[in-house]
Nanobody, 128 residues
Framework: VQLVESGGGLVQAGGSLRLSCAASGSTFDDYAIAWFRQAPGKEREGVSCISTTDGTSWQTDSVKGRFTVSSDNEKNTFYLQMNNLKPEDTAVYYC??????????????????????WGQGTQVTVSS
């Protein structure tokens, strides 16, 4: 499985970006797709996930109402729409995938160790 993120960049606070994750090397009809981020000196944080099986999604509290995860299963491409960006959203954003992990609306947090396939990351910088 190969994952390639794109769409990062520099944006002012309040602006928007859409990250894409192009996936290949498998059929992704029964996967959990997750977005993580890691800021300098901080642990990797789970931001959002989506189930390609039924579209169930989850977002961490700090991005609810601002970030939306979606999937285009025909294109094997997954998206993270980020609106009303804040300086604290600055981080490298990673796409991750796993067929044995489930994205549930009731999750408390995402565990990076449960995802075996990772992209290279894309930098998001939000200026104040």
């Amino acid at each position: 499985v190969q994952l390639v993120e794109s769409g990062g960049g520099l944006v002012q606070a309040g602006g928007s970006l859409r990250l894409s994750c192009a996936a290949s090397g498998s059929t992704f009809d029964d996967y959990a797709i997750a977005w993580f981020r890691q800021a300098p000196g901080k642990e990797r944080e789970g931001v959002s996930c989506i189930s390609t099986t039924d579209g169930t999604s989850w977002q961490t509290d700090s991005v609810k109402g601002r970030f939306t995860v979606s999937s285009d299963n025909e294109k094997n491409t997954f998206y993270l729409q980020m609106n009303n960006l804040k300086p604290e959203d600055t981080a490298v954003y990673y796409c991750a995938a796993d067929p044995m992990t489930r994205c549930l609306a009731s999750l408390e947090r995402l565990m990076p160790t449960l995802y075996r396939s990772w992209g290279q990351g894309t930098q998001v910088t939000v200026s104040s």
